[in-house]
């Protein structure tokens, strides 16, 4: 962290002394004002519910430039990613910095393939789950379960432990999101074929069967790797500051990683591509295409409820830079399964083009994001609507875990406690039931 020449002062209208403080200088992006003494020097808080302006932590991973429309990890921007390098490839560097070469990246394949086993007695816990539970609440439990399962990589305050627990979590995901699915089918479980791509893995896992051999297509294979690139990391979104904060208080990293897959099933999240699919469905239902002009109208009624799901952006104002990525791939997608003509593909194009014209969206800076086009793309797959979400939480998980190693490595890091403005009750005393 550099400290900058400029200060900020922040003085008070009461008379009482104003006070200095620290601005720092990031590598790249707006510099922060060190609010940290200054509970300290004035007794007072800073008030920022849902951190509009509040950086809650220093790292190194991931930068988003939102204005710009820009994301980039460990410095390279997402479409140099996603078009040279593969998901293992990504992950890497995540984890640890840099991009491997042609050794490195063997090793780290080999190191995480060697994981990609779940511990037998998973499926009898599994099997506690109903048949027709979301895969969200089976994957919240799922993960949280593996601290059962693996005692011996807990202790957070261990670099080799919290190593083998960020490898187990990347390799057990897919393991774990194909279980709930098989489950959820009635079908057999399907053990990881280590000699598959990560994605190919994933992919025989879900749609193989015992009865049949099944062939990976390349296509979907490369389609399902470039989601997993575009969802890795996003630095501190509402899941990341929940794994980041739920593992603040030294708890092991299998249970703060199910904290943030707990966070991630909600609809403003993780849970907008099952959303936005939902709503693609029911446009198509009540009149497809012909219908989007008065969806528009209702999205921008603000007593109708109604809100054009995948799009906005709480850091983006300009086009999401993986948005891009993904209509590409649903392009290839599409016209691999011989879907070109998909009506819901049809029906997302007709409301992007009308909402990138219209005033409500354009004054609003909100553009598609990530989750406008993915679920196209996964429902062409054969992934079912309900299992999208679980689908980013193993994207997602390799961020949270760099994220969360990167935290306990800091040297300065505290247990989060964020403090309140308290407007309820002042003290008061409980009277004799009868008074009450
Ligand atoms: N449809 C219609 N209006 C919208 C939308 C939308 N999708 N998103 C924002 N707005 C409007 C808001 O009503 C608000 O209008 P106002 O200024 O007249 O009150 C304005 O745009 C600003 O929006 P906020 O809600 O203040 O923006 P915030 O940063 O809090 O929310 C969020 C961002 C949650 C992503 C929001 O845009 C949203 O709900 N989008 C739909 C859900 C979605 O796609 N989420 C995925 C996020 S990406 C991810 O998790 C991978």
């Not at 609809?267 to 008065?294: D, Y």
């Not at 997302?348 to 609003?364: G, H, P, Q, T």
Request: a neutral charge; hydrophobic letters at 40%; proline letters at 5%.
């Amino acid at each position: 962290m550099k400290l900058s020449d400029n200060k900020a002062t922040l003085s008070f209208s009461n008379g009482s002394p104003s006070v200095d403080l620290p601005v720092y200088q990031g590598s790249v992006g707006p510099d922060v004002v060190d609010i940290r003494k200054l509970y300290g020097q004035t007794g007072m808080f800073t008030y920022d519910p849902g951190f509009l302006s509040t950086a809650s932590c220093q790292s190194t991973i991931t930068y988003i430039d939102g204005d710009k429309g820009e994301l980039l990890y460990r410095g390279y921007p997402i479409e140099q990613l996603a078009t040279n390098c593969d998901f293992l490839e990504t992950c890497h560097l995540l984890l640890y910095g840099n991009l491997p070469n042609a050794s490195a990246k063997a090793d780290f394949t080999r190191r995480v393939t060697r994981h990609t086993m779940v511990n037998e007695q998973m499926q009898f816990f599994m099997r506690g789950f109903r048949r027709d539970a979301h895969p969200m609440a089976i994957m919240t439990g799922l993960v949280g379960a593996l601290s059962a399962f693996y005692h011996d990589s807990t202790d957070i305050n261990n670099a080799e432990h919290r190593d083998i627990a960020a490898l187990r979590l990347i390799a057990k995901m897919p393991t774990l999101v194909a279980m709930a699915y098989k489950y959820s089918m009635g079908q057999p479980y399907m053990y990881p074929k280590n000699n598959l791509s990560y994605a190919g893995n994933f992919l025989h896992m879900m749609f193989a069967t015992p009865c049949e051999e099944f062939k990976v297509n390349p296509v979907i294979e490369r389609a399902l790797d470039r989601i997993f690139i575009l969802h890795a990391d996003h630095e501190q979104n509402a899941s990341t500051s929940t794994v980041r904060l739920c593992g603040s208080s030294g708890t092991n990293p299998f249970a703060a990683i199910a904290a943030g897959v707990a966070c991630l099933w909600g609809p403003a999240h993780g849970g907008a591509n099952e959303a936005c699919l939902n709503m693609l469905e029911e446009i198509q239902k009540t009149g497809g295409i012909e219908k989007v002009g008065h969806f528009m109208e209702q999205v921008k009624d603000k007593n109708s409820g109604v809100k054009l799901m995948g799009f906005g952006h709480r850091v983006y104002k300009n086009y999401d830079p993986r948005a891009k990525l993904m209509q590409e791939t649903c392009k290839e997608v599409l016209a691999a399964m011989g879907l070109e003509n998909d009506p819901l593909f049809k029906l997302a194009m007709a409301l992007e083009k009308i909402a990138l014209e219209d005033d409500y969206f354009v004054s609003r800076k909100l553009y598609p994001n990530v989750d406008f086009y993915s679920g196209i793309v996964q429902r062409a797959i054969g992934i079912p609507v309900n299992m999208f979400t679980g689908v980013f939480a193993l994207a997602r998980t390799v961020g949270w875990i760099a994220q969360l190693n990167e935290m306990i490595s800091d040297p300065e890091y505290k247990i989060g406690r964020p403090r309140q403005l308290f407007s309820g009750s002042v003290k008061r005393d409980v009277l004799p039931l009868a008074k009450r």
